[in-house]
T-cell receptor
């Protein structure tokens, strides 16, 4: 059973701080990794995708991937109250059965305190 | 560019009925995936279609079925509805279903009375 684990939170950070969201996955053959943001009552919105070990930056967001440790993280710099949402980690295997499906973690709820 | 369109947005049904949900992917996207989201289980994969063929199916009973048309639009059907089928049903599309990210529609919220 391929699993994606996230701390459910809530993770509370003050406005302007760095929020760090973490995700681990069980399938060592996973090749594609995605972070989605979901506001309450809304559908998931893609924030970042990452495929190679290391860091990938996009504005205030940085995704970090370590395939050896089976770990992916999302850093949000200068956190804003509008960043308050549930952040979903999603993983896709590289090949074999299930290679066309995303497996999601249950999400981490982030609360940015003004 | 229009996003993923799901209809209807809300549905109320009673136990034993059946329901059909519709999804129109982003123009040019040929892969369509369906997910069920509930507070307890999170997002769970139902099935994925590409070129009218189901390539992957999640661990759901046979009451859940789907299909894809030649224009890449997709439908999912749930028969003999149960109270536990109450959920947000999300459709997501991508170009080919490979490494590209999936983009979600607004979902259909299904309530079973």
């Amino acid at each position: 059973q391929k699993e994606v684990e996230q701390n459910s939170g809530p993770l509370s950070v003050p406005e302007g701080a760095i929020a760090s969201l973490n995700c681990t996955y069980s399938d060592r053959g996973s090749q594609s990794f995605f972070w989605y943001r979901q506001y309450s009552g809304k559908s998931p919105e893609l924030i970042m995708s990452i495929y190679s070990n290391g860091d990938k930056e996009d504005g205030r967001f940085t995704a970090q991937l370590n395939k050896a440790s089976q770990y992916v993280s999302l850093l949000i710099r200068d956190s804003q109250p509008s960043d308050s949402a549930t952040y979903l980690c999603a993983v896709k295997p590289g090949s074999g059965a299930g290679s066309y499906q995303l497996t999601f973690g249950k999400g981490t709820k982030l609360s940015v305190i003004p | 560019k229009a996003g993923v369109t799901q209809t209807p947005r809300y549905l109320i049904k009673t136990r034993g009925q059946q329901v059909t949900l519709s999804c129109s992917p982003i123009s040019g996207h040929r892969s369509v995936s369906w997910y069920q989201q509930t507070p307890g289980q999170g997002l769970q994969f139902l099935f994925e279609y590409f070129s009218e063929t189901q390539r992957n199916k999640g661990n759901f009973p046979g009451r859940f079925s789907g299909r894809q048309f030649s224009n890449s639009r997709s439908e999912m059907n749930v028969s003999t509805l149960e109270l536990g089928d109450s959920a947000l049903y999300l459709c997501a599309s991508s170009w080919t279903g490979g490494d590209q990210p999936q983009h979600f529609g607004d979902g259909t919220r299904l309530s079973i009375l």
